[in-house]
């Protein structure tokens, strides 16, 4: 598959498969490698579009200011430039506000959001986060002059962000995940930007089949931080017992099996 060892630079998209297309956007200062653990079964029926957002390892060079509509009309140029004028789309954390942000711009024909940032339930909650990054950066190397932590260091603190059981996340996985940040370049336009306290608003610009998917323990985006959510026709929230803010490190086949639900109800939908 694309993209080299753990220790390489990644490529900065992944395509393949074949099928109904699906696009995969990864969180903030990881990278499309997040998705490794899903891609294999999803391949079987979907054209994937992996690719990993400006400004973060092995993705193109950001534009400045890098905000998250910027991003989102990065990630929708990319769709035009593919020739798709909607397809199934899925993200993770800030992957997963930009899904959403498509999906309200009427790209998506299905969207599954996990952990997604954006819908605070205030604006300070933004605030808390930007500080929780911004206290990582010294010893991870993202955003600050100080050279990174040695790399068994770096996993150790990371991984406990990402996976609420770290020991089930694959070395190979956790050298990848461990590698990306320190390449990060946009964290404090992120931080910067005006639209990140208030959020994303547009739920109910949404008219296709949507799920948003909530990890009992995300230690990055914790469930107290969002606002309430209520399920519409269109509109499902799922809890993820046991699981942390990037789910399919830890379990793949839970996260294959909702977004390959969400799909099936696009179809239902047209049947009906």
Excluded at 16 to 31: E, K, M, S, Y
Excluded at 55 to 83: F, N, R, S
Excluded at 183 to 206: K, M, Q, R, V, W
Aim: charged letters at 15%; glycine letters at 8%.
């Amino acid at each position: 598959m694309a993209g080299g060892s753990a220790d390489s630079t990644p490529e900065p998209v992944l395509r393949t498969g074949r099928g109904a297309p699906l696009l995969l956007l990864h969180g903030v200062l990881l990278t499309w490698q997040s998705w490794l653990p899903v891609v294999d079964d999803l391949r079987a029926d979907h054209d994937i579009l992996a690719p990993t957002f400006p400004g973060h390892h092995g993705g193109p060079a950001a534009k400045h200011p890098a905000t998250v509509a910027a991003l989102a009309d990065w990630a929708e140029a990319l769709l035009d430039e593919t020739g798709w004028d909607t397809a199934h789309i899925v993200g993770n954390s800030l992957g997963g506000w930009i899904a959403l942000e498509l999906a309200a711009r009427g790209r998506a024909r299905t969207v599954t959001a996990i952990s997604p940032a954006g819908l605070w339930d205030k604006p300070s909650s933004s605030a808390a986060l930007v500080r929780k990054f911004r206290g990582m950066s010294p010893l991870i190397g993202f955003g600050s002059d100080t050279p990174p932590a040695l790399p068994t260091m770096i996993r150790s603190l990371l991984l406990p962000l990402l996976a609420h059981n770290p020991a089930t996340v694959p070395a190979h996985l956790a050298r990848a995940m461990a590698a990306a940040p320190a390449h990060c370049t946009i964290l404090d336009d992120l931080a910067e930007d005006p639209a990140l306290p208030i959020g994303f608003t547009n739920l109910s610009a949404i008219g296709v089949p949507a799920t948003l998917l909530l990890p009992e323990f995300d230690r990055v985006l914790p469930p107290h931080l969002y606002a309430p959510l209520t399920p519409t026709p269109t509109l499902e929230i799922h809890p993820l017992p046991g699981l942390g803010h990037v789910p399919m490190l830890e379990d793949p086949a839970r996260i294959t099996a909702e977004i390959r639900a969400t799909i099936a109800r696009a179809a239902q939908a047209q049947s009906a």
